[in-house]
């Protein structure tokens, strides 16, 4: 199993035939990503090349095929309408490819699309090595397996994976989940559906300075997730204190978004905090061993 | 994109919320005609983004027109340092507004919660004062109300705050429509943070935004056009000017104090690669995640963005293949690299993906040290920073 998608999760593309969206439709399509089709206004009845239809509307495309997943490639401008037209058509997980969409925006989104969950904006997307790809990420350097990874960046993330799958750490779901500070699904959000996964074993939470959603993802790993090791990473450790945190900010998070307190939550929690990310497989393969022992 | 105080103001005065009548003014002869023709007491303050810039000095009174320009001679180019901002932030600016008599002195502030991803609007009696220290020793002294975004605010949210933060009553009858329209502000121009500190309470009962802090999200900025020409207009920072200015997001570059100059694809592993050199004992010269993309050109004008900085004793690359070929990242490195415009530092770039051994034999063959790992890369740029071979 995995979270969030699976082989058969039916998916079409926003922004099928712009110049992103078509490249990245062809690298998931060749991993094996159940792509049905696509959505781009005005070319509604056409085909791409290989095959999917194109529909003039996100309702269109899901009357027609059912599709229940949407991947998100439009301008930053276009990222809010995206979304809506997506919950509008029923679609149930949207993932936002688009990086700059005002945080205004996203706020307005997020209040507004109950029920419909949001990966992004500004993230990788998704991946179940084997199964499916639903976003930008280099398929292969991921390794179908057992470890649940969780990431705020994207390219950290595939340096991480990369460090795994060459320890032989296979992945069962790895979800980027963005770094912009609104964003649809958080740390908290991936754990609980990787709390009641039979088939993660570990999970990985490669975070960063600001914000408190590592110090959120502590927590509810201390709560939620006795049974399942984790280790974690934080990003940024050696960035100088403040340059966009404003005042107002900084009393809402109290002594949070800070790296100490971040690693102190992770030890609160009983999470190791990597210092580097290669040493990441190394804590795993531990964390794991000791649980079969 | 944060504002000086007058241009916070400007977008006060737009939604109705009252501030002292003010002047802003360039120069010391523009200080002096005003207050020629405006005879009376008035507040010099330095335009500037620190805070805490009245213990460093930045703010003065001036009761006649040759003491204001005496003032304005004095503060016009100066440097304020405080702890804060430790490098000093210039004074190209003024603004003259008109002494208040002060009774009291509340906080109010809105700003976005990224953990309930909602506008929050924050309250406290203790006005005029750090609001960080506030909350750190009178916690209970600041109060909070989260707005629904979908719903937005009512003016009861605004009296419910002023009565649990025991406000004056003096602000009482103005306070829901003065949060009215920081709440508008705050939506219409898409603010991260947008704060009055302090909001006066003055001896004839009027209340009054004393000081306007607004930070704009970068990404919202193309829907206000005029608002985004005020940055051109009074740039303010130096490390997002040069980002743009080569084609860069504005957040996209940021230097630092070490030696060690930086590229990275991604902010994430831009943020790693810091790290790494930090973890092999040296620091990082800057931040510069160069996006997906890195085309030629771009890695050249990062190239010589970084190195224009004298400090950069050496250069580390990190670049994730992933989709891109390890021998197409190497080549456009050496490509963009080779000409003999640019200073020239020990280069050590880092490659992953297919084709990255034949990727490192193109760059071995340029001059510069491929390395296959992040760590490896970190350590060798470390120590050609500080002078091995």
Redesign the interface.
């Known amino acids: 199993m995995s979270i969030f998608l699976d082989k058969n999760s039916k998916i079409i593309v926003q922004g099928i035939t712009g110049r992103e969206g078509l490249f990245h439709t062809g690298?998931m399509l060749a991993y094996g990503t159940n792509i049905v089709g696509g959505v781009t206004p005005g070319k509604g009845g056409t085909k791409i090349e290989s095959g999917q239809l194109v529909f003039n509307t996100v309702k269109d495309a899901v009357e027609a095929t059912g599709a229940t997943h949407s991947i998100i490639f439009v301008p930053?401008?276009a990222g809010a309408d995206a979304l809506w037209e997506a919950y509008d058509a029923g679609i149930t997980l949207a993932v936002c490819i688009t990086e700059?969409?005002?945080?205004?925006?996203?706020?307005?989104v997020?209040?507004?699309t109950p029920g419909m969950r949001i990966i992004g904006g500004n993230c990788p997307g998704l991946i179940s090595p084997g199964k499916s790809l639903v976003g930008?990420?280099?398929g292969?350097?991921f390794k179908e397996g057992r470890i649940g990874m969780i990431?705020?960046?994207?390219?950290?993330?595939?340096?991480i994976v990369?460090g795994l799958t060459r320890a032989g750490l296979g992945q069962s779901t790895c979800v980027g989940i963005g770094?912009d500070?609104?964003i649809g699904t958080t740390f908290v959000d991936c754990l609980r559906a990787f709390a009641s996964d039979p088939e993660t074993d570990a999970i990985v939470v490669?975070g960063?300075?600001g914000?408190?959603?590592e110090e959120?993802a502590a927590a509810f790993i201390k709560e939620h997730l006795p049974n399942k090791p984790a280790v974690a990473f934080i990003?940024?450790?050696?960035?100088?204190k403040?340059?966009?945190l404003?005042?107002?900010?900084?009393?809402?998070?109290?002594n949070t978004g800070t790296p100490e307190s971040k690693v102190a939550a992770f030890a609160a929690a009983g999470v190791p905090v990597a210092?580097?990310?290669?040493d990441i497989p190394k804590l795993l393969a531990e964390r794991l061993s000791a649980l079969t022992v | 994109m944060k504002l000086l105080e007058y241009q916070g103001k400007e977008l006060f005065k737009r939604v109705g919320i009252p501030v002292p009548k003010s002047q802003h003014a360039s120069t010391a002869a523009d200080v002096k005609a005003f207050i020629t023709s405006n005879p009376g007491s008035w507040v010099v303050k330095s335009q500037v983004l620190m805070?805490g810039r009245g213990k460093a000095g930045g703010i003065k009174f001036a009761d006649d027109a040759a003491q204001g320009e005496t003032i304005a001679n004095e503060l016009i180019g100066k440097v304020l340092k405080g702890v804060?901002n430790p490098e000093g932030e210039e004074v190209k600016s003024l603004l003259l507004e008109a002494k208040l008599g002060i009774a009291s002195e509340a906080y109010v502030?809105?700003?976005?919660?990224?953990?309930t991803?909602?506008?929050?609007i924050?309250v406290s009696a203790q006005g005029g004062m750090d609001?960080?220290e506030v909350?750190e020793k009178h916690p209970d002294a600041?109060v909070?109300y989260w707005v629904?975004?979908?719903a937005g605010f009512s003016p009861f949210m605004a009296r419910q705050l002023a009565f649990a933060a025991k406000l004056p009553t003096g602000f009482h009858k103005a306070f829901p429509k003065i949060v009215a329209g920081l709440y508008q502000v705050f939506?219409d121009y898409?603010a991260?943070?947008i704060?009055i500190?302090p909001l006066v309470l003055t001896k004839d009962g009027d209340v009054v935004a004393g000081d306007a802090?607004v930070?704009l999200?970068d990404?919202?900025l193309?829907?206000h056009p005029d608002i985004a020409k005020w940055n051109k207009e009074s740039p303010e920072d130096e490390d997002q000017m040069n980002a743009v200015a080569i084609g860069l997001?504005m957040?996209n570059y940021?230097k630092?104090g070490g030696n060690v100059g930086t590229i990275?694809?991604?902010?994430?592993?831009g943020?790693?690669t810091?790290?790494?050199?930090?973890?092999a004992g040296g620091?990082?010269a800057n931040?510069l995640d160069i996006g997906g993309g890195a085309q030629a050109e771009l890695v050249k004008k990062s190239y010589a963005l970084v190195v224009s900085n004298p400090n950069v004793k050496a250069f580390f690359i990190n670049i994730?293949?992933?989709?891109t070929r390890g021998d197409q990242v190497a080549q456009g490195i050496v490509d963009a690299l080779s000409g003999g415009d640019l200073r020239k530092v020990p280069l050590v770039v880092r490659l992953?993906?297919?084709n990255a051994e034949e990727g490192r034999k193109i760059l071995d063959k340029a001059g510069f040290i491929p390395v296959e790992?992040?760590?490896e890369g970190a350590a060798r740029a470390v120590a050609l920073a500080n002078g091995a071979n």
């Open positions: 690298r930053p401008f700059g969409i005002p945080a205004h925006d996203m706020m307005r997020v209040a507004t930008i990420m280099p292969g350097i990431s705020r960046s994207g390219t950290l993330t595939y340096e990369d770094g500070p609104i490669s960063e300075i914000g408190s959603d959120d990003g940024g450790r050696s960035a100088p403040g340059k966009r404003g005042h107002a900010g900084a009393i809402i998070s109290g210092d580097r990310p290669s | 805070g804060q502030s809105i700003t976005i919660d990224r953990a991803k909602k506008p929050v924050i609001v960080e909350a600041i909070k629904d975004p979908a939506m898409g991260n943070l704060e500190n802090k930070d999200d990404n919202g193309y829907k997001g957040s940021a630092f990275a694809n991604g902010a994430g592993l943020m790693g810091m790290d790494a050199i930090r973890n620091e990082a931040f994730f293949g992933g989709i992953t993906g297919t790992t992040m760590d």
